[in-house]
């Protein structure tokens, strides 16, 4: 089996930076895909950035700029740096990975961004 853990999310004021770190443990000899989603209050869940193995990054065009992906393969954790956030930021983040080459996805619990003055 494989946990996700996610930390990092709070309350932030406009114009701030986070960063939220998804760490995972359990049978992982790869992880294949790293994925960072958000889900605002009322509002379904969208894709906000993934990081293949081979280092392949996309993001969604409302964080492009603002927003990184990265990963620390030692460390089995993916990490979403956040710059220049905005009220509407505002949601609870999921990270979602694949391992060793299976179709199975894996979510972590989620954590809370909050940006507010």
């Known amino acids: 089996q494989v946990q996700l853990v996610e930390s990092g999310g709070g309350l932030v004021q406009p114009g701030g930076s986070l960063r939220l770190s998804c760490a995972a443990s359990?049978?992982?000899?790869?992880?294949?895909?790293m994925h960072w989603y958000r889900q605002a209050l009322g509002k379904q869940r969208e894709l906000v950035a993934t990081?293949?193995?081979?280092?392949?990054?996309n993001y969604a065009d409302f964080v492009k700029g603002r927003f990184t992906i990265s990963s620390d393969n030692a460390k089995k954790t993916t990490y979403l740096w956040m710059n220049s956030l905005q009220p509407e930021d505002t949601a609870v983040y999921y990270c979602?990975?694949?391992?060793?080459?299976?179709?199975?996805?894996?979510w972590g619990q989620g954590t809370q961004v909050t940006v507010s003055s």
């Open positions: 359990g049978s992982i000899f790869v992880i294949n895909t």
């Open positions: 979602k990975v694949t391992v060793n080459y299976r179709p199975d996805t894996y």
């Open positions: 990081l293949t193995s081979g280092g392949i990054t």
